[in-house]
């Protein structure tokens, strides 16, 4: 059983910064795409970050404030987002495509994590 687990959100100012990590556990055989997205009250799941095949991928309105980055030892993924601003605001959650021990792909999520920037 593969689980994904996220931490890192919270509550910060304007200009603050954060870093959210997600950990894959269970049987894990091979890692391929994995992501960041977010979805703020009302609004659509939105893509933040992607990283396929070694290429990054970031949305429009988070590209020079937001890095994606992966531990493929610790199968961890993190953003780190600087200069955040209020309409950052938003449940982020991870995605992971996995081949886990039934040799099967599959499309795995993390809980969501709340980040709330505040003007």
């Known amino acids: 059983q593969v689980q994904l687990v996220e931490s890192g959100g919270g509550l910060v100012q304007a200009g603050g910064s954060l870093r959210l990590s997600c950990s894959a556990s269970?049987?894990?055989?091979?890692?391929?795409?994995v992501g960041w997205y977010r979805q703020a009250p009302g609004n659509e799941r939105e893509l933040v970050a992607r990283?396929?095949?070694?290429?990054?991928n970031y949305a429009d309105s988070v590209k020079g404030r937001f890095t994606i980055s992966r531990d493929n030892a610790k199968n961890t993924l993190y953003l780190q987002m600087n200069s955040l601003k209020p309409e950052d605001t938003a449940v982020y959650y991870c995605?992971?495509?996995?081949?886990?021990?039934?040799?099967?792909?599959?499309?795995?999520w993390g809980q969501g994590t709340q980040v709330t920037v505040s003007s």
């Open positions: 995605n992971f495509e996995i081949l886990s021990d039934s040799y099967s792909w599959g499309d795995y």
């Open positions: 269970g049987t894990i055989r091979s890692i391929n795409r």
């Open positions: 990283i396929l095949t070694g290429r990054i």
